[in-house]
């Protein structure tokens, strides 16, 4: 009894830590995209990069049992919400714990000063 009860906390944990190098992963790559030279191709690779890692992580799990694989999911999806309520985007006036240079504040200082522009006139077709 007591080895299954250590066998499925470490199979969650084992969830967590995919869950944490997938959404991580993802956080990584969307932080640099700016920076790199070819970003399609940083975004793809970190896709399949990614995909490649959780899908033989999950894997792994397969050989005891479906709800082994369950509780893995729900290491990995409940990671997940950790790291979305953790990362937050910034309040319109201030910094997120990321500081000032991320993408969700650059992306709402772009879509704030788009607003400010006039519209170009209509033409005449």
Same mark, same amino acid.
């Given at each position: 009894?007591?080895?299954?009860?250590?066998?499925?906390?470490?199979?969650?944990?084992?969830? #967590?830590? &995919?869950?944490?190098?997938? /959404?991580? =992963?993802?956080?990584?790559?969307?932080? @640099?995209?700016?920076?790199?030279?070819? +970003?399609?191709?940083?975004?793809?690779?970190?896709?399949?990069?990614?995909?490649?890692?959780?899908?033989?992580?999950?894997?792994?799990?397969?050989?005891?049992?479906?709800?082994? #694989?369950? &509780?893995?999911?729900?290491? /990995?999806? =409940?990671?997940?919400?950790?790291?979305? @309520?953790?990362?937050?985007?910034?309040? +319109?006036?201030?910094?997120?714990?990321?500081?000032?240079?991320?993408?969700?504040?650059?992306?709402?200082?772009?879509?704030?000063?788009?607003?400010?522009?006039?519209?170009?006139?209509?033409?005449?077709?």
């Amino acid at each position: 009894m007591t080895e299954s009860v250590y066998l499925y906390a470490g199979i969650m944990l084992w969830g #967590v830590v &995919l869950g944490f190098c997938y /959404f991580g =992963g993802l956080w990584f790559t969307v932080r @640099r995209l700016p920076t790199v030279r070819h +970003p399609a191709l940083w975004m793809l690779g970190s896709f399949i990069l990614r995909n490649a890692l959780v899908a033989s992580g999950f894997y792994a799990v397969i050989r005891w049992s479906w709800q082994s #694989v369950l &509780l893995c999911l729900v290491g /990995f999806v =409940g990671i997940r919400l950790i790291l979305i @309520r953790r990362i937050k985007a910034p309040s +319109p006036g201030g910094e997120s714990w990321m500081g000032r240079n991320n993408i969700v504040g650059a992306t709402s200082v772009a879509c704030s000063e788009k607003k400010g522009r006039p519209k170009p006139p209509p033409q005449d077709r």
